[in-house]
């Protein structure tokens, strides 16, 4: 099955500032990418998606990038707000009704002011 | 668009009941829907997929005779957790797939603080 590890668990940045996370995946079939932010006692919100079609894709603040060669993947946010502070998840799964995700561990991201 | 609610959000219980939380998609149809657990600082742990009018597909290590799932409507779905036991405390997340222009997206409800006593 698909596995997905995430790093780094735990990232620091100064207000303004870019973050980068991490993603890799093992199943070269897997071909939808997912990132969600998870606030503190909510569930995940659907930030920013890529299908294995693109390479790239932006909105605002927020882009991922896709290597299916590599089999990772990565999300960058720039002008870190302090509103920005949650855990982040990447997941991977292939793209068909009833398909599950599979999910990274997370990413504790704290923009200090 | 794409709303996924969940009640309650959170419950406390003695041991020995059972708690039933609901799942709706508001504004689409899910022909599946995802039922998650997830520990203090950790990530999601998925329990079982259920479809719309079948039976649900545990994961392995989930009893399916402790938490019934019931996905009687294309926007409904029920996770009840029988006979709860303090180590039943978790936060439960359900999700609910949209398909659209030809692709599923997973979208997320609020989740349900379970707390049993």
């Known amino acids: 099955g698909e596995n997905v590890e995430q790093h780094p668990s735990t990232l620091s940045v100064q207000e303004g500032d870019s973050a980068v996370i991490k993603c890799t995946y093992s199943?070269?079939?897997?071909?939808?990418f997912p990132w969600y932010k998870q606030e503190l006692g909510k569930g995940p919100q659907l930030i920013i998606d890529?299908?294995?079609?693109?390479g790239e894709k932006k909105d605002q603040r927020i882009a991922v990038t896709l290597n299916k060669t590599a089999k990772h993947f990565s999300l960058h946010i720039t002008e870190t707000q302090p509103e920005d502070s949650a855990v982040y998840f990447c997941?991977?799964?292939?793209?068909?009704?009833?398909?599950?995700?599979?999910f990274g561990g997370g990413t504790r991201v704290l923009v200090k002011p | 668009g794409a709303v996924v609610s969940q009640h309650p959000s959170r419950v406390i219980c003695k041991s020995g009941t059972s708690v039933k939380i609901e799942c709706r998609s508001l504004?689409?149809?899910?022909?599946?829907m995802f039922w998650y657990r997830q520990f203090p600082k950790q990530s999601l742990m998925l329990m079982a997929t259920?479809?719309?009018?079948?039976?649900?597909?545990?994961e392995q290590g989930v009893e399916k005779d402790k938490f019934l799932i019931n996905h009687a409507s294309l926007t409904l779905s029920t996770l009840t957790v029988t006979s709860a036991h303090p180590e039943d405390s978790s936060f439960y997340i359900c999700?609910?797939?949209?398909?659209?222009?030809?692709?599923?997206?997973?979208?997320f409800g609020p989740g349900t603080r379970l707390t049993v006593l």
């Open positions: 999700s609910a797939t949209r398909f659209q222009s030809n692709t599923d997206t997973q979208y």
């Open positions: 199943d070269s079939a897997s071909n939808y």
């Open positions: 890529i299908r294995s079609n693109v």
């Open positions: 997941a991977a799964k292939r793209e068909a009704a009833g398909n599950k995700l599979t």
């Open positions: 504004d689409f149809q899910a022909t599946t």
């Open positions: 259920s479809n719309e009018g079948s039976k649900a597909t545990y």
